[in-house]
């Protein structure tokens, strides 16, 4: 089958995994309707910066963050070992990093996001564990002089989408070339016509 295009990025998506679980359902549903896709947050974010209006070099000053400003961090739900249920930590054995006890403490926003923000949940081998992304823990988030944070080309440091207004045409001709689906029906769920 044929990929569907994101109509706010243009991200590709293949038409089977759409449907088939490369999406939650109602995702799914808000991507057929051209709403958006979990990459550009359903038209809310820069896919590029994916969000934070931060560009990441090939060089970057933080290997933490890689100059991002945050990162992805887990807490188990029980105390389990040598993890406790009330510590946020960063990375995989066998290099974890215990985080700061004030990590979720302060809101910090970079571009249209504010961190901490919940990332979800999975089953890992010591239990059930919730994923943040929280802020930088070597404090990268904020502003500083000794540092060179280059703003998103594409968003100019917003982290907002740039939208482009032959993208929902183009998204809704790519799902009508990789469907069965009647291509009016298509235009109509896409409110297009």
Partial sequence: MADIKCARCGEPWDAYGVRNGDMEKNEAARFLKGEG???????????????????????????????KGYVLAWQPRTTV??????????????KVRTLPD????????????????KAGSHQSRDGWVDEWWVPCPEGCAEEKEDTCILPCD??????????????????ARSEIDASDEDGIDILARRGLI
Wanted: contains cysteine; hydrophobic residues 20%; charged residues 30%.
């Fill in 102 to 117: 004030d990590i979720m403490d302060t809101p910090i926003k970079l571009g249209v996001r504010t961190f901490p923000e």
């Fill in 154 to 171: 594409v968003c100019e440091g917003s982290g907002v989408l740039q939208g482009d207004e032959d993208l929902e045409l183009d998204a």
């Fill in 37 to 67: 896709c979990p990459c550009c947050g359903f038209g809310s974010r820069c896919p590029y910066c994916d969000g934070s209006g931060r560009e990441t070099g090939p060089y970057p000053s933080c290997s933490c963050c890689r100059d």
């Fill in 81 to 94: 070992g040598r993890f406790r249920n009330d510590r946020m930590y960063l990375g995989y054995d066998p």
